[in-house]
């Protein structure tokens, strides 16, 4: 689905990806580890357009995609969430997922007058897609709460729910159990195998807790210095010499 090829982020002199080169499987959920300052979330901000590439090339599905902006990744169904959840506090949880972009066309004042009937069916079509989704997510009682009232780890499954208002082929999940209870981060890893198994989702996921990567991800691959050190299942990645070496020399 991804291929990363010799991969630099540079800041000044300081190359945060060094020459990445790895691939992320169509249907997999792809686990990125690494001791922190590894270059996991510069390599996800470059990848997801976040970041221009100091040089190096990524492709998706065959398509050279280095260095497009969001929106055009968005439309090809290439996402990614963020460490710290980005929803609209004041918003509902149900208006937060109709936010999500290019779904509308009600934008203009010109469409708002002109195409009324076509944006109250869009909105119609979009409320009962949010619908669908709360309860996949298995969040509905939270349909009318205001996203700033929300939990850390209801926020993550809001990001996750976003996802899911567009056709998404690969999202990129950068540490979505951090500071999430337990229960909630059985939720979220539930919602995340449900939407590879029956939707088809790719994932590559960050996350510092070797219980869930454990449980979700197969392959793992290990990151340090900008570069991958290893790829390999969890437990093969455990056993292996130079990542033991590489968590312990931080
Ligand atoms: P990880 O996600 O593996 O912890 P990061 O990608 O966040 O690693 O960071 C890799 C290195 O790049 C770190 O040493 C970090 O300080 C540095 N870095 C990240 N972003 C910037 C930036 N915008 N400017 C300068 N250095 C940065």
Redesign the pocket.
Known sequence: MIKVENLHKH??G?R??DGATLEIAEGSITGLV??????????FNVIAGNLQPTSGKVTMLGEDITGLPPHDLFHKGLLRTFQIAHEFGSMTVRENLMMVPGAQSGETMWNAWFKRGQIAREEAALGKKADEVLEFLTIDHLRDERAGNLSGGQKKLLELGRTMMVDAKIVFLDEVGAGVNRTLLGTIADAILRLNQERGYTFCV?EHDMDFIGKLCDPVIV?AE?KKLAEGTIDEIKANEQVIEAYLGT
Do not use: D, H, S, W
Request: net charge positive.
């Open positions: 800041f000044g300081f945060a990806v690494g001791p922190n300052g590894a270059g996991k979330t510069t390599l960050i990151m900008g």
